[in-house]
């Protein structure tokens, strides 16, 4: 039996008074055990109408579970989305303090910056490339509001896919120069390289994910992907849970690096 609307709302609210108070509660599944996917993205629009509520801006989307390494790790067998806010925006050379977060994790990703609006339901790779004004390389920082970072899909979904802080690289190119699905990316943590990936991972090509959220996006929400906006198209390599006192450097082919110390 689908809920009422209250009880949406409660669990958007739920979910949300977690992130800003640090701390983890149990999945929503455990109370409501038939919880689809579609109610875990209603859940996800009513806490962003809650965010933008307290202030926060809409600067783009996105997607997760879209390589192979993190669908094994997140348990899941198809891509989604969450939402990106300003706050969410981090410095390059300011440290991560793990006391501002429950039991964070970095993700190595493909950033795409839209130069035009692109709406679905037919949107392709080639519109993609040429509605992006320009890619950098990112780090995403993810929080999971759930025990010990598990989740099923529908909680997942609920809880924003999981974001939590966003930084990107200062190298910006635009995407037709160059082969991004053979674009390398290679993380060093304390100075040991730990993992490795291409955009390949990316469902193919990364203009792949930007194209399935603009088609997903409309079918789901009649929303569209604007100019101007940010969409993170998923890690390429597993997720690293962060350790205090360890510095994570990942050095991307043709866009630079990115690094955080973590205190
Ligand atoms: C969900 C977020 C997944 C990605 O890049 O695949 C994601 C999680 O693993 O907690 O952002
Ligand atoms: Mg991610």
Redesign the pocket.
């Known amino acids: 039996m689908p809920l009422t609307q209250t009880q949406y709302m409660h669990l958007a609210r739920h979910t949300l008074a977690a992130e800003e108070e640090n701390r983890t509660i149990p999945m929503l599944t455990q109370e409501f055990p038939d919880l689809t996917r579609e109610e875990g993205y209603q859940i996800q629009r009513l806490r962003a109408q809650l965010m933008q509520e307290r202030g926060h801006k809409l600067i783009g989307y996105?997607?997760?579970?879209?390589?192979l390494a993190?669908?094994i790790?997140?348990g899941?067998k198809m891509?989604?989305y969450?939402r990106l806010f300003d706050h969410y925006l981090r410095k390059e050379g300011e440290s991560l303090l793990l006391d501002q977060y429950i039991h964070p994790?970095l993700?190595n990703?493909i950033t795409f910056v839209l130069g035009r609006d692109l709406s679905g339901p037919f949107v392709s790779v080639p519109d993609v490339m040429n509605a992006t004004a320009h890619i950098t390389a990112s780090f995403?920082l993810?929080d999971?509001r759930y025990h010990n970072?598990k989740?099923t899909g529908p909680d997942?979904l609920a809880?924003n896919?999981?974001?939590r802080g966003i930084l990107l690289g200062s190298v910006q190119i635009n995407p037709n120069e160059l082969d991004l699905a053979q674009l390398g990316c290679t993380m060093w943590v304390d100075g040991e390289d730990v993992a490795y990936g291409t955009g390949a991972e990316i469902l193919g090509h990364p203009a792949r994910a930007v194209a399935e959220l603009a088609n997903l996006l409309w079918t789901q929400e009649r929303e569209s992907l604007k100019a101007g906006m940010l969409v993170?198209?998923?890690?390429v390599t597993p997720?690293k849970a962060l350790v205090r006192g360890e510095a994570v450097k990942t050095v991307f082919s043709r866009l630079g690096s990115l690094s955080l110390r973590v205190e």
């Open positions: 996105k997607m997760g579970a879209t390589s993190k669908r790790q997140m899941s891509p989604s969450g994790k993700e990703e995403e993810l999971s970072f989740f997942v809880d896919i999981s974001a993170m198209t998923g890690s997720a």
